[in-house]
Structure formats: C-alpha cells, structure tokens
C-alpha cells in the first residue's frame, strides 16, 4: 500500500473527528495534495520508521485540539489569550513533551488543511520560480520541522539551508530527519531566536513561515530577515490571521498590516495570497486565515 493510502486509512479509524475535513481537500486538490503528502510522508518514514502514521495522528490530534478549543474561546472573548512571549515559551516551545507532539502536527498541516494546500501551491508557483536554478543559500526563520528549507533544497538541488527555532525539540527532530532524508550536507538547523539572528554572509532568499503571530513584536522578525538577504534577495512571509492558537501573540485583522510591515522592513511585495478555510461557521465574527508574501529586498525606497 502507497504511503498516501497508509495515511488516509490511519487517519480514518483513529482521527474520526478530523478525517472529513482531510479526506475533502484530498478530493477537491487530488494532484498536489497526493504529491505534497507523498513528499513529507516519505521524509517522516525515513526518520521515524514503520510507526510513523501514530506519531503523525498523535501529533495532529494533539494540535487540532488546541487550534479548536482555542478558535472558540477566541470568538467569545474577542482577543488571544497570551500576551506575553515568554510565558508561551515556557509553556510550548521550551516544553519537549508538548513539542514533540505540536512539532508533527504542524507538519501534517501542511497538506491536511485545504488552505494551507493552496498556500503551498502560491509558494510552488510563485516564489519558487524566483530562485536562480543554479547555487544558492536560503534562510529559514522559525523553521519548526524545517519542511519548506526541505521542499526548497528538494527542488532546487543546488541550494543550501540554514534554518533556525527557537525550541531545542524541534530542532534535534528536524536535524534528524534531514539527516535521515540524506540532506544533512546541505541543510544545517540550529537553535537560535528569529528576532537576533544573523547568518555570516548574506543570503540570497529567505522564508519565515508562521512565526509573525507568535511574536510580541512581529516586525522585528521582518527586519532581521531583511538584514540577513542580499539586496534584490526574495523572501516568502506566511501569516496567520484572526486564527487562535495557544501560541499566537500577534493578533492580525487585515492582510494591509502585515503588507505595511513588510515594505516598512524594507521589501517590496511581489505578490499576495490570502486563504481561509472552505467551510467556516457563517455566524462567526473570525475568519482563520493564512497570508501568504512572495517579497524582495528593495535597494532603494522604490525596488
Ligand atoms: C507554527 S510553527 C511553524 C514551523 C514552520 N515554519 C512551518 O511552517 O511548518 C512556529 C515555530 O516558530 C518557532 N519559534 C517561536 N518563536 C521563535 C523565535 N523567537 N525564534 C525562532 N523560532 C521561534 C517555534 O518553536 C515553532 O517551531
């Protein structure tokens, strides 16, 4: 049985709540969804081995959980529950137990939730196509299981990777799974925080993916990913958008602020994409969704 089918027939008995959804988007989005999934399932098999689909259910189980509970109590009180970075760290990402489980249900999300499907699409076909085919050294903020410095360098077999989190977890995971998928030599994940970072040369792309929510100053992050690329450098930005999760700090209501952030940093948005999820309560005030930037460094105030 192919790894897709392993995963839709694990997912169906032990993820009944969640599977609808997943089964929806495979259907609705059958080419990517099965070639993206078949990607990242075979990088998860070659780290975590014959008990991979446990591990990812586990892990998405786990996350879906909070991403839900929280959506909900964020409708009734109208705002996100943590303010402070520091007690988020405490809590998730300084906290190997909850990591290992959060860790492998944001990868999953990747290519279960339909908008994150298309955000994947936007970032094939509009910010891939910008990376000189031949060498290159991209950046990775916040990389978490390091899956889009893995799709980059996956694609672009000339290019290295340096990606940074701030969680020892996440990163001895990805470490491992790079190192199990053969890239190792070409991708390096290290500790370190997004808003201090500083690479030793100049890098000539950069992708921060999901992190600006969980900052208390979100344009920092924009600033330091700027300083680290080479003028003329493109970056890809995701960010979420009134979508609650224990770990969301930074509380975006209009794509327009994380564009001003953006050219305020210093680049010049190239192209948008902004993506909720297909069926959404009608009655609700929030609409969780996924922003998506394909930027360049400008050299000048202009471009
Ligand atoms: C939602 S995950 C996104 C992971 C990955 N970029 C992706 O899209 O799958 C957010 C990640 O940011 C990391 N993070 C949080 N604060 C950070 C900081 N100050 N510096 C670096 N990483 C940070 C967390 O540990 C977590 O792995």
């Known amino acids: 049985m192919n790894r897709v089918q392993r995963f839709l027939d694990h997912f169906a ?38 008990g991979w689909p446990e591990v990812l259910a586990d892990g998405y189980k786990f996350f879906l959980m909070d991403v839900n509970r929280s959506q909900i109590e964020y409708e009734r009180r109208g705002h996100y529950l943590h303010k402070s970075y520091d007690q988020v760290y405490q809590s998730v990402y300084n906290d190997p137990q909850c990591m290992n489980r959060y860790h492998w249900g944001v990868f ?78 070409r991708i390096r994940f290290s500790v370190g925080d997004a808003l201090t970072y500083r690479s030793p040369s100049p890098l000539n792309a950069g992708i921060s993916c999901f992190l600006m929510e ?50 305020d940093a210093g680049f010049r948005v190239v192209a948008l994409f902004s993506a909720a999820p297909p069926s959404h309560p009608e009655s609700h005030r929030f609409l969780p969704r996924s922003l998506a930037l394909v930027l360049q460094k400008r050299k000048n105030e202009i471009w």
């Open 13 to 50: 008995e032990h993820c009944q709540v969640y599977f609808p959804a997943i089964e929806e988007n495979r259907r609705r989005n059958e080419a990517t969804f099965t070639g993206l999934a078949e990607t990242l399932l075979e990088w998860a098999e070659n780290y975590l081995g014959e």
């Open 214 to 263: 969980h900052l208390e100053a979100p344009d920092r992050l924009l600033h330091t990913l700027a300083a680290n690329l080479s003028p003329r450098g493109h970056a890809f930005v995701t960010a979420a958008l009134t979508a609650a999760e224990v770990d969301h700090i930074s509380e975006f209501r209009r794509e327009s602020e994380v564009v001003r952030m953006a050219e």
């Open 108 to 185: 999953v999300s990747t290519f279960a939730w339909e908008h994150h499907i298309q955000i994947y699409e936007f970032y094939r076909d509009r910010f891939l196509p910008c990376l000189p085919a031949g060498e290159g050294g991209l950046l990775d903020l916040g990389c978490g299981s390091g899956v889009w410095s893995l799709l980059t360098t996956h694609t672009l077999p000339g290019w290295t990777a340096e990606g940074i989190d701030i969680s020892e977890k996440s990163i001895e995971l990805s470490s491992r799974m790079a190192q199990a998928c053969g890239m190792n030599g």
